[in-house]
T-cell receptor, first 112, second 115 residues
């Protein structure tokens, strides 16, 4: 089953508006990763967060890991049409097997 | 990084038949995984392909239905056996390139339609 809850499932924004997707876990996470999947494409790694309270930025994207390491967010400032796609968070169970379990994803649509 | 080639990229199959999907990586990788993604849905982990031994399956997936091989560090196959329309999905091969590297690289996927 789902290891992490991700909301919202869909988000439609006007170009230039901001966008945020959230992932929440009932248990403490060792780390969390974020992926982007363009329509018709395969998931592509964006970032990994490991430390409590960590904040990382990639241009207009800001990633946060909660202090309790149970939640994370991805925020996009001033969305562009190139941001269209589905954003997934992914977590592991902290074992040495390295398996990743994906959230349900947030599908972002950007209107020009 | 890793470049992953999957084939077939798509196929249309008849109910009751089996299809084998191949995954070839351009370099030796520590871990290989198979995921399933149904249209508009998230990725569901099927199994971890173990080199030289039986795959490790996730809950809800069994070897008889999804036999997996991994004869070496660069190649794996997933077979979808005795297919039904419910098996229509995209099957994705993914890899980790190192023990300390958490990032997953994905193949382009194999889109399977079962009639």
């Amino acid at each position: 089953g789902q290891q992490v809850m991700q909301i919202p499932q869909y988000q439609h924004v006007q170009e230039g508006e901001d966008f945020t997707t959230y992932c929440n876990s009932s248990t403490t996470l060792s780390n969390i990763q974020w992926y982007k999947q363009r329509p018709g494409g395969h998931p592509v790694f964006l970032i990994q967060l490991v430390k409590s309270g960590e904040v990382k930025k990639q241009k207009r994207l800001t990633f946060q890991f909660g202090e309790a390491k149970k939640n994370s967010s991805l925020h996009i400032t001033a969305t562009q049409t190139t941001d269209v796609g589905t954003y997934f968070c992914a977590v592991d169970r902290g074992s040495t097997l390295g398996r990743l379990y994906f959230g349900r994803g947030t599908q972002l649509t950007v209107w020009p | 990084s890793a470049v992953i080639s999957q084939k077939p990229s798509r196929d249309i199959c008849q109910r009751g038949t089996s299809l084998t999907i191949q995954c070839q990586v351009d370099s030796q990788v520590t871990m290989m995984f198979w995921y399933r993604q149904q249209p508009g849905q998230s990725l569901t982990l099927i199994a971890t392909a173990n080199q030289g031994s039986e795959a490790t399956y996730e809950s809800g997936f069994v070897i008889d239905k999804f036999p997996i091989s991994r004869p070496n560090l660069t190649f794996s196959t997933l077979t979808v056996s005795n297919m039904s329309p419910e098996d229509s999905s995209i099957y994705l091969c993914s890899v980790k390139t190192g023990l300390n590297t958490g990032e997953l690289f994905f193949g382009e996927g194999s889109r399977l339609t079962v009639l």
